[in-house]
């Protein structure tokens, strides 16, 4: 009896386990794809430290804790270069990194005068379009015509001006 209640717990513990773990939709294709890539990236990255000759079907773990220990010395030995040869070295990464990005620049910039070059040759042999028929030509409109009104201040000035002429 104790053992059957015994196995009864655990079996209720790896349910309840089982739940927790596939608590919402449970997309196992995505996953193993998941996986599967960053499998294979890892692997990449372990064949960049550690070269091919040490591989040997490990797994992905395994050769994370490798690239992490190789990681570790790499730091310690760092440590114990001098300063100076760290910021020549340092420099020299810059320099090439900036070099790296002036051929990208001038590659991409050549590229796109090939392009430019090419739309135009292709605009130059086109077959020329004629145009047929008369040209359509849009009307302007009538100019606004303006009327003289003759503001009533000229005309009493007027009367000003004689009265003042005549009677003074």
């Known amino acids: 009896m104790m053992a059957i209640t ?12 089982a739940r927790v773990f596939h608590f919402g939709e449970y997309k196992g294709a995505q996953e193993d794809k998941l996986l599967e890539s960053l499998n294979c990236k ?17 797994g992905t773990v395994q ?41 990208e620049k001038a590659k991409m910039q050549k590229q ?13 042999q086109a077959e020329i379009k004629k145009k ?3 040209r359509l030509v849009f009307r302007s409109r009538p100019p606004a015509l303006k009327t003289k009104e ?6 009493l000035d007027k009367e000003k001006e004689e009265q003042l002429f005549f009677f003074t």
């Open 6 to 17: 015994k196995e009864e717990e655990t079996a209720a513990e790896l349910e309840l386990k």
């Open 42 to 58: 890892v692997l990449d990255v372990y064949r960049q430290c550690v070269g091919v000759q040490q591989e040997s079907n490990l």
């Open 63 to 103: 050769m994370l804790t490798i690239i992490e220990h190789q990681l570790d010395e790499l730091l310690e030995n760092l440590e114990r270069v001098p300063q100076v040869k760290i910021e020549q070295a340092e420099k020299a990464k810059e320099k090439e990194r900036r070099q790296r990005l002036r051929e």
């Open 112 to 124: 796109l005068q090939e392009e430019r070059l090419q739309r135009a040759q292709a605009r130059a």
């Open 132 to 134: 047929r028929g008369r």
């Open 150 to 155: 003759e503001p009533e201040n000229e005309l």
